[in-house]
Structures are given as C-alpha cells and as structure tokens.
C-alpha cells in the first residue's frame, strides 16, 4: 500500500512540473532584449578599457532573412563596466554563454592580459573553453573586418583556428583555460596566436571588356568586391610572460613547436633540395623529451623527434613506378628536412629561453625531479639552459 501512495505522489509531481513548464517562462530573458555576444575585443588606452562586443541580432521570420551580426563598442574602467555600459545604452543585457572567441589588442597585452581577463574566468556562464587570440595592432578594427569567407569576421576567425589547423601544425590555438593554467602556473608562461588579415593572392574576376553588356560589367564589379575582401591567417604564435607580451614565433617556429609539443597529422612540409623541391606529408609525430640538472644547476633539455611522413609532391616529374603511392621519397629530401626542422626547433628553444617564456615547460620538470633544489634553481633555469635536438624522418613504409 505505501508503496502504491510513493508512486501516485511521483506522477503527482510530474504532472504539476509539466503544467508550470508548459505555462510559465520561469523568468527567461525576452531574446529580444538579449545581446548574444559571439565575440569580444579588448583594446586599452591608459587605465580604460575598450570593448567591442560583436552580437548576433535575431530577425523576425516574417522577414525571411538569417541572423546578421554588428558591433558595439563600449568603455569602462573594467571590462565588466564596459560591458554594463551595453545595456545602459541600448536596453540589451549581454549574454556570453555563446562567446567563442576573445581578441586582445596590441596595447592590451603590453600590460598584464589578466587586467582584461580576470572578467571572464569570473563570470559564471562564460566557457573555459573559449578560444582566445591576439593581434597587431586594435582588436576593433579587426572584429569590423568583412572576411572572404565568412559575412561575420568572427566566425571566420574561428575557422583559421580550427582543431584541423593545429593537427597540420599552421596554427596553436589557445584556450582560455589553457592561458589561465601557464599564467598562474610557476612558469607565468603562455601563449596565444596572432590573429591577422591579409590579401588574397590572386584576384578572382579580370576587369570585363569594352563591349561586355551590363550584366557583365555588373559581374565584373561584384567579382573585384569579393576579391578585395581579405582572408584571416594566424600563423605566428604570441610568447607571454607574466601575463605580457614578450616575442613572437614565425610560422616555421610554430610549425616546430607544433610538432614537439602537438599531434600532428596529414601536415604538409616543404624543403629544397638543389634546383628542386620536396613537400612531404607528415603522418604522425613522436616526440620524446628528457629533463636533467647538472650539480651547478644547469637545465639540459634533450628532444627526440621522430617524423613519419611520405610524398605528397614533388617540383619535378616522378616516374610511373614512383607515383603508386608515398613510399618513394627523392634522395636527400629527409636528410635536408631533419636538418631543417632540427634548425628551427633550436630558434625556437633560444627565443623561448631569452624572453623568460618557458613553452618547454622547465620549471614544472624541475619541480616535478629536483623539488629540493627548485627555490634555488627556478630563478636561473632558462638562462642557463641547453638544449639537445634530434630529429629523424623515416618513411611510411
């Protein structure tokens, strides 16, 4: 009987939980007096912030048109300040549920990033895995751009960051969660990509002819609009300290870094060899590292990297029997890639090694090995450290 009365009371429960969901809205905010915040810039004058706040405006679908998408900037003090000042101004309450990417400006990340970020690891609704970026110069001015790919810029930013971009190596992608973790880490270390635009290589119609009709001229022109839109890249890497910005990798060095501390696969990677030239596709990596203190404290950091690749082209034409598959790579085309990538692993370790930014991860080793010499030794470990580079490529079969 009384369990007959326990299951009578549960429907009971169901039933008036359903008719409140059915007939109330529990609160929810009007969609049409919510700002979803898509992405957000952060650019920095003084002890002011700018924000720029690019927001998905929802469209009647009486009006049969999709989403569209604009920027509002406002200032504060704080960014949380900035960002009251939205609603202040235009009646919308801005959500950031849906933030997928933030941008720091120039001017912003010659100071502590963290001055701008501490906002977002704070609020409640926002992702940890929001991708986060860099740039050259404002963060406005590259959120207004109207990319080739994508009507909204940050969508198309999004895409140059893509989990594809950083299996190929052309890209190292930064999480917020990822940032905060080198921040705070003992290292203070981090980094972030460097978001930028640049123009398309080739122009996609020709300037139409004399006696072309009206539609034609009208094609021309609507091809020469799509050919000045810019395209985004990101292929430098940002080096952080301390929350600033303190050296830039090129797009080899964050290739190289890449592959020792990334999973790379189906990566394309080009070398010369006399008159002709080689890319190779890199199937895996597999880097392994060592982390040794000398008795005078000095860091020795031993990478071995081991690339998988096989031919994905070739400057030259390649007999029949040479083109069934990649096995076949030209004589000399491995050795001139371990020489190659060997050499940009070294930059990469100096640059890392003299702007104090430890990408390599030394002080978590040195922690994590020697802990009873690490309050003597972490002051000087980068200065001091050396590094042991070995790369070997071998074939797919």
């Given amino acids: 009987m009384h369990s007959k009365n326990t299951v009578r009371y549960y429907l009971l429960l169901v039933a008036v939980l359903f008719f409140l969901f059915l007939s109330g809205d529990f609160g929810l905010v009007d969609v049409q007096k919510t700002a979803i915040v898509m992405a957000v810039g952060i650019d920095r004058e003084e002890d002011t912030f700018i924000v720029t706040s690019q927001i998905a405006v929802p469209q009647s679908s009486k009006q049969g048109k999709a989403s569209e998408t604009v920027q509002l900037v406002s200032r504060g003090k704080t960014v949380a300040d900035a960002f009251n000042e939205i609603n202040a101004k235009t009646g919308w309450y801005p959500k950031l549920v849906f933030c997928r990417l933030l ?3 120039e001017k ?3 100071k502590d990033a963290f001055d701008a970020l501490d906002f977002f690891l704070l609020d409640e609704y926002m992702s940890d895995n929001c991708l986060v970026a860099t740039c050259d110069g404002r963060a406005n001015e590259l959120l207004n751009v109207t990319a080739l790919v994508d009507p909204s810029g940050s969508v198309a930013m999004q895409k140059v960051l893509s989990s594809h971009a950083e299996r190929v190596g052309s890209v190292r992608p930064s999480t917020l969660r990822e940032f905060s973790i080198g921040y705070f880490s003992d290292s203070k270390s981090g980094y972030l990509p460097v978001l930028k635009t640049q123009p398309q290589q080739e122009k996609i119609a020709a300037k139409p002819q004399n006696n072309a009709s009206s539609s034609s001229e009208s094609a021309g022109k609507s091809g020469e609009e799509q050919s000045n839109k810019p395209v985004f890249s990101a292929s430098e890497t940002a080096l952080f300290f301390d929350g600033k910005r303190v050296g830039t990798l090129t797009k080899e060095e964050t290739f190289a870094f890449n592959a020792v501390k990334g999973k790379l696969r189906l990566a394309a990677y080009s070398v010369e060899n006399g008159e002709s030239a080689c890319t190779l596709t890199i199937k895996r990596n597999s880097p392994k590292t060592k982390f040794t203190l000398s008795q005078d ?20 034409s390649l007999p029949l029997e040479k083109t069934a598959d990649a096995g076949d790579i030209p004589n000399g085309a491995f050795a001139q890639a371990e020489k190659r990538l060997a050499g940009q692993i070294r930059t990469l370790f100096e640059k890392c090694r003299t702007s104090g930014c430890d990408l390599f991860e030394l002080t978590q080793a040195l922690q994590k090995k020697e802990n009873d010499r690490f309050e003597s030794v972490r002051p000087t470990l980068l200065e001091n450290a050396t590094a042991e580079i070995s790369v ?5 079969r």
């Fill in 103 to 105: 941008i720091l400006g």
């Fill in 297 to 316: 404290g000095r860091a020795n950091y031993q990478i071995e990297l081991l690339m998988t690749a096989g031919l994905l082209d070739f400057s030259k």
């Fill in 108 to 110: 912003t990340v010659q």
């Fill in 392 to 396: 070997r490529f071998q074939g797919v």
